[in-house]
């Protein structure tokens, strides 16, 4: 009797992730809140634990959750226990609540996980469900979702207000930021007007637009990809103002590394003789953000406003951002090689120093 069970319960981890990919569920609960260790002879929670932990431990009542799914996700291994048995070692577990009710027999199920290494920042732990959620306790992921909405549809009419104001102060300038065709001019004429006055008041608006466009963008993959990108927990928000707290601190950050590559190329310029690029080449890494980034923020906000929650679709358009920075590093190289009058050496060191290193160190802070 007990083989027959455990057979069961092989066969239940096969069907249930078959059923979790084949429908489109929506996170019940999540149980990160009620995870406890074990320490000094007693169970506590794990929020308040001291140093790390390897196992962690919740409890499911089952009968609250009939024909819903367990799911457990982490880009690490784990291995699950449920009430003391061994379950599987993998690193994305679903397994139905109904089934698991009739192999253990109980009313209430502990579940163990351990992790060698210690318990990982992505680990994932949530009751799915095919059902609308009902229940006025369940209601709160619910409301989580729409707080977040109601931000992405908030900031986006900022940026847009904000954009349009930048543009009526200085039509000329906008007008050249937003040209697409002197993208791809390798030899495109000096503007004295334009490339002079790189600090100029509405230069350092559209910085700041930048900043918090870039934001904007980064807030709401992160909102979805938590489990891919580690990074993602530090600016994940529970209600409206801590997602509009979350976003300025994020545009801060980047802010501050727009003035630090400003003063990178204009110290570098300097070094090889070359001041007069530092304003074309910040120049036109500014243009690149406005209109690349730019219409692709256009369609990440018109697809989560529509209430699009693919993850997939979210870790595309992250993935787009290491290609626009590549595709920049090779086209300001090209742009730079017939004017700045040096060897090949000169240039590529140039580049190096101010688009291959920070482009490296970008990839590191999003995709680890």
């Known amino acids: 009797m007990k083989i027959n069970r455990y057979v069961l319960l092989i066969l239940l981890l096969a069907c249930g992730a078959q059923i979790c990919y084949a429908q489109k569920l929506i996170v019940k609960k999540d ?18 634990a001291d140093g790390e932990a390897s196992c962690i431990y919740f409890q499911i009542r089952l009968a609250e959750f009939d024909k819903d799914l367990l799911y457990i996700n982490d880009s690490e291994a784990f291995s699950l226990f449920v009430n003391g048995k061994f379950v599987a070692n ?4 679903t397994l139905k609540i109904d089934s698991l009710r009739k192999v253990f027999s109980s009313a209430v199920i502990t579940c163990a ?37 109601d931000f992405a549809i908030i900031s986006f009419m900022i940026l847009v207000v904000m954009l349009i104001t930048i543009v009526r102060l200085n039509p000329k300038l906008a007008s050249d930021y937003f040209s697409i065709t002197k993208i791809f001019f390798l030899r495109e004429s000096d503007d004295a007007q334009v490339y002079s006055r790189i600090t100029s008041s509405t230069n350092i608006l559209f910085y700041i637009f930048c ?37 300025l601190k994020l545009s801060s950050i980047v802010l501050a590394a727009f003035f630090l590559k400003i003063i990178l190329i ?14 074309i080449h910040f120049f036109n890494w500014v243009r690149v953000v406005l209109i690349f980034f730019g219409a692709l923020t256009i369609v990440l906000s018109v697809y989560f406003i529509m209430h699009g929650q693919e993850v997939n679709f979210f870790t595309t358009l992250l993935q787009l951002l290491a290609w626009v920075l590549a595709g920049w590093m090779i086209l300001i190289a090209l742009k730079l090689s017939s004017r700045m009058g040096r060897s090949v050496f000169h240039l590529f ?11 490296l160190i970008t990839l590191k802070v999003l995709y680890n």
């Open 211 to 247: 900043s918090l466009m870039l934001s904007y963008y980064l807030m709401i993959i992160f909102h979805f990809v938590p489990q891919h990108h580690p990074i993602a927990y530090s600016f994940h928000s529970q209600s409206f103002g801590m997602a509009m707290l979350q976003w």
């Open 349 to 359: 060191s140039y580049i190096c120093a101010t688009e291959l290193i920070p482009f």
């Open 113 to 149: 996980i351990h992790q060698k290494e210690g318990i990982s920042k992505t680990l994932v732990t949530q009751i799915k469900s095919s059902k609308p959620l009902t229940k006025r306790g369940e209601m709160v992921l619910e409301q989580h979702s729409s707080s977040f909405r």
């Open 90 to 93: 993998t690193q994305r577990l």
């Open 31 to 48: 149980l990160e809140a009620e995870w406890k260790v074990y320490q000094n002879d007693q169970y506590q929670l794990y929020a308040d």
């Open 266 to 279: 204009y110290s570098l310029t300097a070094m090889f003789g070359s001041g007069e690029l530092a304003s």
